[in-house]
């Protein structure tokens, strides 16, 4: 398994693998999706209610600019959910009114139609209640094929459990079993594929949205079959975003990476710090997610716009513990979806390099460049690593003074051959993304030479590449 040290190391054992497969044997032995739990089914545990109906008591900053938009009557981003969260909160029926209304309109969104019809139930008329889950269970038969539409199947189908003749079990057990086990997992677990296909970071919201609700109403991790992607996420999303904050008129953002022409969109930084405070929200005790809390816990990010005032006063706990952020290795490697981020320091004006989606961008001096694929960067030495990139995907030699060279930008999923001053001959493979990781022992100014692993036989290789 992965630990926190100076250069973030990742790799699953086999004993890992091994392991999170047979808890997944069990697990799936002793699964039931029928769903029997009382509303509010969706996101709002008893724990969870009660700290937000507290916030609510202590005139919470957070509460404040929540209920300051609802009372004033501002447009909503996503008036269902923001309308029957509030609701739930202060249990006035003019707020109830006003969602189901909405729901009962022409809204379209399968998410918050379900968020309605769960938080807002005691304030339905049962002629109300059979409308809204006729049009809900007509838009749960469609299907979806990418997360945010899984998840709100799954909200939805728990929801509407009451109604539906089993329970929900149909629904949920297709999209656990036969969508998110048989055909996701795969990707997460090998290095066939780069997971961002299957997992986007722009979904990660709803990502973690559908294993909040799957655990509180099924008792069913999702993460359990695929333990080491889920183990490093926190820290993923973290560095995954550019040191310098964005200034949005409502507040100011961390951005997360983009490959996009233009601004960066405040609706996108907004949706990816909500996933963050989801992420803790899940998992609090997890090292990684005190260290993305530490990150979170800034006044100065707290979200005051109609989107994110709502999000951030469902999730943020601000007595949750976090650790300083200044504590996360400055170069982080995720093999298994071959994302590289690294800075020279956790400073707002830092240097930063990140390849993700098989793209090498340079963040230097409040700038954002984004290099054309096959381009080449400079050797960047951030802590104990150095970062660079390949002239040519299949030979190149370096100068190396630090102890691990990150190579980016080489054949996806190869074996390299690999050859270090004074050491022996080693073949070492690329990740799913095309990065090679050379560990040097701590060797000081010594040359690297490396060459995609072909017909030559291994002595010939070192003089091939000279």
Request: aromatic share 10%; proline share 6%; glycine share 8%.
């Amino acid at each position: 398994m992965r630990r926190l040290v100076p250069i973030f190391l990742a790799g699953l054992t086999l004993v890992g693998l091994l392991s999170g497969q047979n808890a997944v044997g069990r697990n799936a032995d002793a699964e039931d999706f029928h769903v029997y739990r009382d509303a509010p089914r969706l996101l709002l545990t008893p724990q969870r209610l009660r700290l937000l109906q507290r916030e609510r008591e202590r005139q919470s900053a957070r509460w404040e600019q929540f209920d300051a938009l609802i009372s004033g009557g501002a447009p909503m981003a996503e008036p269902g959910f923001a309308r029957a969260l509030y609701y739930q909160v202060t249990r006035q029926p003019a707020t109830a009114r006003q969602a189901i209304e909405w729901a009962l309109g022409n809204a379209t969104d399968l998410r918050q139609l379900a968020l309605v019809f769960d938080w807002c139930g005691p304030a339905l008329s049962p002629v109300e209640s059979d409308r809204l889950a006729v049009k809900i269970e007509r838009a749960l038969a469609a299907p979806a094929t990418d997360v945010r539409g899984q998840s709100a199947r799954v909200f939805a189908a728990i929801a509407l459990a009451d109604r539906l003749p089993d329970q929900g079990n149909a629904v949920l057990s297709e999209i656990v079993q036969k969508w998110w086990r048989a055909q996701i997992v795969p990707q997460l677990t090998s290095r066939g594929n780069a997971p961002p296909a299957a997992l986007p970071r722009e979904q990660r919201y709803a990502l973690y949205e559908m294993l909040h609700a799957l655990r509180d109403n099924l008792r069913i991790d999702l993460r359990e079959s695929a333990a080491a992607y889920f183990k490093d996420l926190p820290l993923a999303h973290l560095t995954g975003h550019y040191p310098a904050p964005f200034a949005a008129p409502e507040n100011e953002f961390e951005i997360p990476v983009f490959l996009h022409d233009g601004n960066p969109d405040p609706s996108d930084a907004a949706m990816s710090r909500a996933a963050g405070l989801a992420m803790v929200g899940y998992d609090t005790n997890a090292l990684e997610s005190q260290l993305l809390q530490g990150w979170l816990m800034r006044d100065r990010f707290i979200m005051r716009g109609s989107l994110g005032a709502v999000y951030e006063f469902l999730w943020a706990n601000p007595y949750q513990p976090g650790l300083n952020y200044d504590q996360v290795p400055l170069v982080f490697h995720e093999p298994y979806t071959g994302e590289v981020f690294a800075r020279t320091s956790w400073d707002e004006d830092a240097t930063w390099i990140g390849y993700f989606d098989g793209r090498l961008q340079l963040f230097q001096n409040g700038s954002l460049q984004t290099l054309r694929q096959g381009a080449a960067v400079s050797p960047v030495k951030v802590g104990t690593a150095t970062i660079t990139s390949a002239p040519a995907r299949d030979a190149a030699k370096f100068r190396l003074e630090n102890e691990t060279l990150f190579v980016l930008g080489l054949a996806p999923r190869s074996e390299y051959a690999v050859e270090i001053d004074d050491q022996e001959l080693e073949f070492l493979d690329t990740d799913a993304g095309g990065t090679l990781q050379v560990p040097t022992s701590g060797s000081a100014n010594v040359g690297v030479r490396i060459r995609l692993r072909g017909p030559l036989a291994e002595g010939q290789i070192a003089d091939a590449i000279k």
